[in-house]
């Protein structure tokens, strides 16, 4: 019911089915409500990772005019491979969330400029709700986790105190 329902609000985010379902009329019934893939239990994370990336993928628009430099994004050690739905911290992948991916591009796109609380919820979650401020900045908060050798101290999104977040140029 809920892919159904996500289908009908936006369909082109990505449906993944994590289940321990393994009946062949299941995967099938998954598949024919919406599903883009269907994962079943036990999994790694490593191959969930892998299909979200798949997924992400192939609902992101084609631009054609697009060159092989635009498609990547370098701030100190940090690369963001817009093409690939991937981001990098010196080389080694960043394993983010859906959310935590958005986030970050949303501040990459928009380096030393600083991003509202409002702006930013309405990039990655298409609506503003005063509500979703605290969401936010718990998800900012992992997501710093993640790419600041020292989150007391970032190097790269720096906090706006009851304004907004910056992407700083490294």
Same mark, same amino acid.
């Given at each position: 019911?809920? *892919?159904?329902?996500?289908? *009908?609000?936006?369909?082109?985010?990505?449906?993944?089915?994590? /289940?321990?379902? %393994?009946?062949?009329?299941?995967?099938?019934?998954?598949?024919?409500?919406?599903?883009?893939? @269907?994962? %079943?239990?036990?999994?790694?994370?490593?191959?969930?990772? *892998?299909?979200?990336?798949?997924?992400?993928?192939?609902?992101?628009?084609?631009?054609?005019?697009?060159? *092989?430099?635009?498609?990547?994004?370098?701030?100190?050690?940090? /690369?963001?491979? @817009?093409?690939?739905?991937?981001?990098?911290?010196?080389?080694?992948?960043?394993?983010? /969330?859906?959310?935590?991916?958005?986030?970050?591009?949303?501040?990459?796109?928009?380096?030393?400029?600083?991003?509202?609380?409002?702006?930013?919820?309405?990039?990655?979650?298409?609506?503003?709700?005063?509500?979703?401020?605290?969401?936010?900045?718990?998800?900012?908060?992992?997501?710093?986790?993640?790419?600041?050798?020292?989150?007391?101290?970032?190097?790269?999104?720096?906090?706006?105190?009851?304004?907004?977040?910056?992407?700083?140029?490294?």
């Amino acid at each position: 019911t809920l *892919a159904q329902e996500i289908r *009908a609000l936006n369909p082109d985010i990505p449906v993944i089915f994590l /289940t321990a379902k %393994t009946m062949k009329e299941d995967i099938l019934e998954g598949f024919n409500i919406g599903a883009d893939d @269907y994962l %079943t239990k036990p999994f790694s994370i490593d191959e969930f990772l *892998a299909r979200l990336r798949v997924a992400l993928r192939r609902n992101k628009p084609e631009d054609n005019n697009a060159s *092989a430099q635009d498609a990547l994004y370098q701030n100190g050690d940090l /690369t963001i491979d @817009y093409a690939g739905g991937c981001a990098y911290m010196a080389d080694e992948e960043i394993h983010l /969330t859906p959310i935590e991916y958005k986030l970050l591009c949303v501040l990459a796109k928009n380096t030393g400029r600083v991003l509202t609380h409002n702006y930013i919820l309405k990039e990655v979650w298409g609506r503003v709700m005063a509500a979703d401020i605290p969401s936010l900045r718990v998800f900012m908060a992992s997501l710093r986790k993640k790419i600041e050798k020292d989150p007391s101290d970032p190097q790269y999104i720096q906090t706006h105190i009851g304004v907004g977040y910056r992407m700083i140029r490294r």
